[in-house]
């Protein structure tokens, strides 16, 4: 099994809109094990979108699948004017 954690700097006063969306987003693409989360300690106005997969390709299928839906573009329209900064770490559960 995979951990796959976004993680994303808001601008300033945009952490929380951001958060929302992503909370709808992985809502609607119901992703496995998905949760977002803020910071409490650390960097200022991070937000963590975090879903699991079983495999390396179940989450490549899975991203080819969200990328080229219509409801990706509706769910997540103005999402990268609410941050400055952004990575992806993919994780195996040992």
Same mark, same amino acid.
């Given at each position: !099994?995979f951990?796959? #954690?976004?993680?994303?700097?808001?601008?300033?006063g945009?952490?929380?809109?951001?958060?929302?969306?992503?909370?709808e987003a992985?809502?609607?693409?119901?992703?496995?094990?998905?949760? /977002? !989360?803020?910071? /409490?300690?650390?960097?200022?106005?991070?937000?963590?979108?975090?879903?699991?997969?079983?495999?390396?390709?179940e989450?490549?299928?899975?991203?080819?699948e969200? !990328?080229?839906?219509? !409801?990706?573009?509706?769910?997540?329209?103005?999402?990268?004017?609410?941050?400055?900064?952004?990575? #992806?770490?993919v994780? #195996?559960?040992?």
């Amino acid at each position: !099994m995979f951990v796959i #954690r976004n993680t994303f700097v808001a601008k300033p006063g945009c952490a929380s809109k951001l958060a929302a969306q992503l909370k709808e987003a992985v809502a609607a693409f119901q992703m496995p094990g998905a949760r /977002v !989360m803020s910071d /409490v300690t650390g960097d200022f106005n991070r937000v963590i979108m975090e879903h699991t997969a079983e495999s390396l390709e179940e989450f490549e299928k899975r991203m080819q699948e969200v !990328m080229g839906s219509p !409801m990706y573009r509706e769910r997540l329209a103005g999402y990268t004017e609410l941050w400055m900064t952004g990575s #992806r770490e993919v994780l #195996r559960v040992v």
